[in-house]
């Protein structure tokens, strides 16, 4: 997978994405057609969507500044990250002075190319590192050139709902309106595509709704698209900035306890991975519009290298020199598991609530009673010689008779599996298996 990730990843880089527009078609019907199907749909440039309009759409076909000679000097075509997003067009010769006003650069990194835009404002401008500024001749005259185009069209996005049994339903969500910037976010829309093919060939007990749209705009459209459904979402992640060579970091929901956030919190647990935990901000990606107060849906971010936080940010050096397809896998499994835990969060009820039940009558108990908690008899830790292996009949104590007795004290039809792992500190799979094994025995219903 690895190998077909840095295939996918070397293919979409070059494509100039915006908030609309052709790449973004482009990268959508290569994620389709060779990692997994999902639906490409289309919402119609001024449809209202609460307070904003879908905006018309913007394709380029090239951009540059050419010097006195017609060399080019700032090529589009080199790096997409030259032209601001939206930008109108142009055909004029101008003085250096009146050009400056249009060019953007980081002074304090002179390498790299800025990714700036302009979705709601009609302008232009071309970015380009602080070395090509300085190389400028300042008395010149310079030949500017967008072919771009801005007329009524639609926003595109892709969808793909997997339906369960157990009417919860989470949402993965991730944006496709960056061009070439590999972490924030490439490496997301990747994920979410091998993250969908797994799902999709798993029997679940939840549904999964997966999106990948443009930042903003996109979530606010398919939100009111969705109003009805989406207000019964359960929780979900954006998935965004995946396969940074940093450390691991998670944005906890604007609950920060939800169920969403002890999925994450087990799954590093369990795999002894230390993570930089980042409280809910208001600055971040999409969960602020799935989070807003009308639909209050509870939003994490799995991330490696988080957004904001390493120095190429939104630069031309957030490239595939940066990132690996190694750590993006690694993300995707961590994503992975944490759908399994959801999966494994169940309510159950106690059908023996009274007092607890006979379960020696079950082989839930040892025969021999006396031994439970006795250290001087608990031989399997003391002893590594077979001859003192108690049977696993008698051995029916510690953990697992802890676990199915706390199981039955807590299966009040209210205690999430989640809930008990948080009051007990067992792992949510022993308490899943052992919760399983009750409910062969009829001790225990799945509410």
């Not at 700032?74 to 060019?103: A, C, G, R, W």
């Not at 070439?180 to 007990?205: C, E, H, I, T, Y």
């Not at 759908?339 to 023996?352: H, N, P, Q, Y």
């Not at 792992?427 to 025995?441: D, G, N």
Request: proline content about 4%; glycine content about 6%.
């Amino acid at each position: 997978m690895i190998k077909e990730s840095e295939i996918i990843l070397k293919k979409l880089f070059p494509i100039c994405r915006s908030i609309t527009g052709n790449g973004v078609r482009q990268m959508l019907s290569i994620l389709k057609k060779e990692v997994t199907d999902f639906d490409i749909k289309e919402i119609p440039s001024g449809t209202v969507c609460y307070d904003w309009v879908v905006p018309d759409e913007w394709n380029i076909s090239d951009a540059y500044i050419a010097d006195s000679s017609g060399k080019k000097i700032i090529d589009y075509k080199k790096n997409n990250l030259h032209i601001v997003n939206y930008s109108v067009p142009v055909n004029q010769t101008m003085k250096f002075d009146e050009l400056k006003k249009h060019l953007y650069f980081l002074p304090d990194m002179p390498n790299a190319i800025p990714y700036r835009t302009s979705y709601y404002k009609r302008t232009w401008g071309f970015c380009l590192s602080y070395n090509q500024l300085k190389e400028m001749d300042k008395k010149a005259k310079y030949h500017v050139f967008i072919d771009s185009a801005l007329r009524p069209a639609s926003l595109t996005y892709g969808e793909k709902i997997i339906k369960g049994t157990s009417g919860k339903e989470f949402l993965f969500s991730t944006y496709c309106c960056h061009p070439s910037l590999a972490n924030d976010n490439l490496s997301g829309q990747v994920l979410w595509s091998f993250l969908l093919r797994q799902l999709k060939a798993k029997k679940l007990r939840h549904s999964y709704r997966f999106v990948i749209l443009p930042e903003t705009i996109g979530a606010i459209a398919y939100l009111s698209k969705n109003e009805t459904k989406m207000k019964k979402i359960s929780g979900g992640y954006v998935i965004t900035s995946v396969a940074g060579p940093g450390k691991y970091g998670y944005k906890y929901t604007y609950l920060g306890n939800h169920l969403i956030d002890k999925a994450v919190e087990n799954t590093f647990k369990d795999l002894k991975i230390k993570y930089i935990p980042y409280p809910f901000d208001i600055l971040g990606s999409d969960e602020r519009h799935y989070s807003s107060p009308f639909f209050r849906i509870p939003i994490g971010t799995i991330c490696k290298d988080k957004y904001y936080e390493y120095d190429c940010y939104h630069t031309s050096l957030d490239n595939l020199d940066f990132i690996s397809a190694k750590n993006l896998i690694k993300t995707l499994d961590i994503y992975s598991k944490v759908i399994d835990r959801l999966e494994m969060d169940l309510t159950f009820k106690s059908l023996c609530p009274y007092c607890e039940p006979n379960l020696g009558k079950r082989g839930l108990y040892p025969e021999i009673g006396g031994s439970i908690k006795q250290k001087a008899a608990d031989f399997k830790k003391k002893h590594h010689d077979r001859k003192y292996q108690i049977s696993q009949k008698e051995n029916i104590k510690g953990n697992k008779l802890d676990i199915i007795r706390w199981l039955l004290f807590y299966s009040d039809g209210k205690t999430s599996l989640f809930d008990i792992y948080h009051k007990t500190g067992f792992q949510i799979e022993q308490l899943y298996e052992v919760a399983e094994e009750l409910r062969r025995h009829n001790l225990l219903a799945l509410v």
